[in-house]
């Protein structure tokens, strides 16, 4: 009995051998060969042997890494061999593919703009901004912060002020936001931004905001968002220092439905009409995905006019509408013309609202 272990022993060494020499030598192939459509018939030979192998749990394994190696070197030389031949046959021979995203697999909506015409696009301007489109005014805006605001909050308000032209900011105490609202508008106000913090006892000097609530003047609307990714000028590595008291410029991108670009007209409002185009500041909203990434950068030219260069000058933070009131902030005021809900997120992740 102990004769026959042993030498049985002895076989099982002798296989698992042979099993290292052979898997070697499959991965030596593997790296040295030079074509894909050799490694793809490969790969369909090892389909029926994973099936074959279904009740050997070790065998198994062992098939489908190099089932997985064999698709990373094959997709390696695929792309060696397109870039060969467009080098060879020109780029449009052999295009470049799309790849497949969140924001390009997104449903269509009926409000893009290649499905409306210029008399539809013109009759969305007819809204609580045209006044300022038709008649170009100076915007004032009034920066506020309830309570008594944590460090973090003064600071990024103070920051605000900052990008702001001809914008104040004031701490409003324990009074509520619509008679802010109403005083701000008789000392000639056009917008009001009031920046939230949470309020924890223990911690309430060092919050950050988490909030950020905006009111267009004198009729609203009233938009809540909340506020992340915040990012302070001095955090910023190798900055520029902004120049004060300027008209930066402005750049709004990617807001494709009608909310989309309503939300835009609102964010043009808070910046006059006439940017000091010598200063070179650029003031930055990106939309991607219902989220609203702020930068503020300075630009330069080099090489005679050939190449520009950015710096951040900051802050940096990011918006994400929750809900939008057509008037004036008020406990009475229940007119929600969208109102966040995960539920329906959640249910179709890439329906988006801008």
Known sequence: MGKRGRHKLVDTKAGKNKADVAQKQFRQSVRNARSSAALEEQLEHLGPKLERFRGNRMARGKIFLDMMMLKRRARKLRQEELKKNRAIHGEEA??????????????DDSTFV?????QELEAEKHDETES????????KIAILAPYYPSEPTEVFCKELESVFPNSKFIKRGTFSLKK?????????????????????????????????????????????????GI????????????????????????????????????????????????IRQLCVFHNQRDFMFFRRYKYAFRKGGDKVVLKEIGPKFCLKVRRILKGLPSAKNMDIRYNYSAHETSKNKRLFVM
């Open 132 to 139: 300022y489109f038709t008649n170009p005014y100076k915007p």
């Open 231 to 278: 990012t302070k000028m001095d955090d910023i590595e190798d900055r520029w220092n902004a120049a004060q008291n300027v008209n930066p410029e402005l750049l709004l991108t990617n807001f494709k439905t009608a909310e989309g670009r309503r939300m835009s007209r609102l964010f043009t409002i808070l910046f006059p009409t006439n940017p000091d185009l010598r």
């Open 180 to 228: 802010c609202c109403q005083a701000a508008y008789e000392a000639g106000y056009t917008d009001v931004i009031d920046v939230h913090c949470r309020r924890i006892k223990k911690l309430k000097r060092f919050m950050q905001p988490s909030s950020l609530i905006y009111c267009h003047l004198p009729e609203g609307p009233t938009i809540h968002f909340r506020l992340s």
């Open 114 to 118: 290649e499905h409306l015409t210029a």
């Open 94 to 107: 052999f295009p470049m593919k799309v790849p497949r995203t969140i924001e390009n697999t997104r449903p």
